[in-house]
């Protein structure tokens, strides 16, 4: 069975940090592109960042460059989101998401997702 299985997330205060981990189970993710996707409350789901399957080529929304990094760990079968410097406008769902194409922005483009967990910054 292919699932995405989200962790991390969590209460954060501004400007903290958090990691998040989408760990595959039933698929081996080298093979995927992998998305981070968030959906806050009343808003469309939006892509935040993406891994290539290839060789690794990272992409990045303009609301999360130069804060949040993505990477993968082929070994264990999991890609990370390292969020730094976290604001309120953060607060959102998470989710990770598979897919078999090049990395790209269009949740539609992703075939397998995630539950999600949940990121809320407040002070």
């Known amino acids: 069975q292919v699932q995405l299985v989200e962790s991390g997330g969590g209460l954060v205060q501004p400007g903290g940090s958090l990691r998040l981990s989408c760990a595959a189970s039933?698929?081996?993710?080298?093979?995927?592109?992998i998305g981070w996707f968030r959906q806050a409350p009343g808003k469309e789901r939006e892509g935040v960042s993406c891994?290539?399957?290839?060789?690794?080529?990272?992409y990045y929304a303009d609301s999360v460059k130069g804060r949040f990094t993505i990477s993968r760990d082929n070994a264990k079968n999991t890609v990370y989101l390292q969020m730094n410097s976290l604001k309120p406008e953060d607060t959102a769902v998470y989710y990770c998401?598979?897919?078999?194409?090049?990395?790209?922005?269009?949740?539609?483009?992703?075939?397998?997702w995630g539950q999600g967990t949940q990121v809320t910054v407040s002070s």
């Open positions: 998401a598979a897919t078999v194409i090049r990395c790209s922005g269009l949740a539609t483009n992703f075939g397998s």
């Open positions: 891994i290539s399957s290839s060789d690794g080529s990272t």
């Open positions: 039933g698929f081996t993710l080298d093979y995927y592109a």
